[in-house]
């Protein structure tokens, strides 16, 4: 492959920050308001025009379960966010606030404008500087010692390099960690292939009527008719289906989008259009088939494709499939959840299906009132002093990975990096050496649920 030496003079900004972090989606945000709010000075930069990531601009209006059937495990940044939407009527309108409180595999859907909003206006109360349209195109960073200099962003304005003492790469896809040369994982190595992504959208003008298409089931047995009669351009036998917004809207998460590496502008780009066309296919297959959808209106399809996985990193621990059937507790952890193991078919063969279905949805959830721990390590790249990694990007195993990516796993880590970076600042204990008790105290004192009798000055290694 032939190169091109690119050279530059790039202006060093005046600031320096007690923390940058890369990536404004559910963990960056988190991590950076978290972090604001004990008296850190935060810069956040994010790519997009909003903060919220696959909630926000991926239209994925529905935070996952957040409690376990007895008790809600999610509690501090995430608790705040959905109790904040719910006492603005920001939530759907007949959801029942023990959906996130108590009930067990209860999603809560959201107004996308609403939530915007929000973290808008948290990210300003807590003093965040944040920049839109931005995004981490290198950095300065010493893989040997694990210290990061600075980082080199670039917007409209163009090239700046920012230095600051600490760093949290919250951007999906470990871009900042990748910049830094941490360790990774691609997603495909140790599998059948790459979890497939889907391109969400929104619909208007459904009749949510109790006995229409609401129901999973029947839309389930909808698709299955629509299947026999070749109206997909592609077999596509797992939807997870239309699900209710408000009194007339309805967000899809439908059509994946196969094969898709997500490191790869050139499939992000066939995807996105794929992704288009397969949401007018199922706009056609609710009109036709689905009772409830015969006046579908389709809004809009997501400015960001929902990727399910791309590049993990190698942290200080990996989180397995062994700790989560365990229900293991750690000492260290600084979260806890109960969602299933959602890993989406590889492909759109019977057999793919049939074997997700077979270990996914009938085998790979706990029961009520279990959950397991997300430790401290996974936020840690192996090794580094002033590094974490927040969101679907921390490090775990294929089938863990498939409970944690989701959003509100992501707000836990984010808040738990973010207020482990403060402490790193304050105290000079490194990302890899840190007190996690002292970060556990914490972390209960801003309303976590880390309900763990014994505690660790050391992290689980």
Not at 37 to 60: D, F, I, P
Request: glycine share 10%; net charge negative; hydrophobic share 35%.
């Amino acid at each position: 492959m032939h190169t091109y030496s690119f050279h530059r003079n790039i202006p060093i900004a005046e600031e320096y920050y007690d923390l940058v972090v890369a990536g404004g989606g559910p963990a960056g945000a988190a991590a950076a308001i978290s972090a604001a709010r004990q008296g850190a000075k935060v810069l956040l930069v994010e790519g997009t025009g909003c903060l919220g990531g696959m909630g926000t601009s991926g239209l994925v209006t529905a935070f996952d379960p957040m409690a376990n059937g007895e008790r809600m495990l999610v509690g501090g940044f995430m608790k705040e966010v959905v109790e904040t939407l719910y006492r603005r009527s920001l939530l759907r309108p007949d959801i029942d606030p023990d959906s996130w409180r108590k009930h067990y595999h209860k999603w809560t859907a959201f107004q996308v404008e609403g939530y915007k909003l929000v973290l808008d206006e948290f990210a300003v109360d807590a003093g965040v500087e944040v920049r839109f349209f931005t995004k981490v195109v290198d950095a300065e960073a010493n893989s040997v010692t694990g210290i990061v200099q600075g980082v080199v962003l670039h917007n409209i304005e163009g090239f700046t390099y920012v230095r600051a003492k600490t760093f949290i790469d919250s951007t999906g896809d470990a871009v900042l960690s990748e910049l830094c040369d941490v360790t990774c994982v691609e997603a495909g190595r140790d599998t059948p292939g790459i979890m497939p992504a889907t391109l969400a959208s929104l619909f208007s003008n459904i009749d949510w009527g109790p006995t229409k298409g609401k129901s999973y089931e029947i839309q389930q047995e909808m698709l299955h008719i629509a299947l026999r009669d070749g109206h997909f351009s592609q077999p596509d036998r797992h939807l997870p289906g239309m699900a209710k917004v408000n009194h007339t809207v309805g967000y899809l998460n439908g059509g994946h989008l196969f094969n898709l590496n997500a490191l790869r502008c050139k499939d992000l780009s066939d995807g996105v259009m794929l992704g288009r066309r397969l949401a007018r296919e199922y706009m056609d297959f609710y009109k036709k088939y689905v009772p409830g959808f015969e006046h579908i209106e389709h809004v809009t399809t997501a400015s960001l494709i929902g990727i399910r996985e791309s590049r993990r990193i190698v942290g200080e621990y990996e989180l397995n499939v062994q700790d989560y059937f365990a229900r293991r507790q750690f000492p260290d952890q600084i979260g806890l959840f109960n969602k299933s193991i959602d890993i989406h078919p590889y492909n759109n063969s019977e057999e793919e299906y049939k074997r997700y279905y077979d270990e996914f949805e009938k085998a790979g959830r706990l029961s009520p009132g279990e959950c397991f721990g997300i430790p401290y390590g996974v936020l840690v790249p192996k090794g580094w002093r002033n590094l974490w990694v927040a969101g679907r990007c921390v490090s775990s195993d294929v089938q863990v990975h498939g409970s944690i990516r989701v959003q509100p796993a992501c707000a836990m880590m984010g808040q738990a990096a973010g207020t482990a970076a403060v402490q790193t600042i304050r105290t000079g204990q490194s990302a890899c050496e840190l007190d996690t008790e002292q970060l556990i105290t914490t972390l209960r004192e801003h309303d976590a649920y880390l309900p763990q009798e014994t505690l660790s000055k050391q992290m689980t290694r």
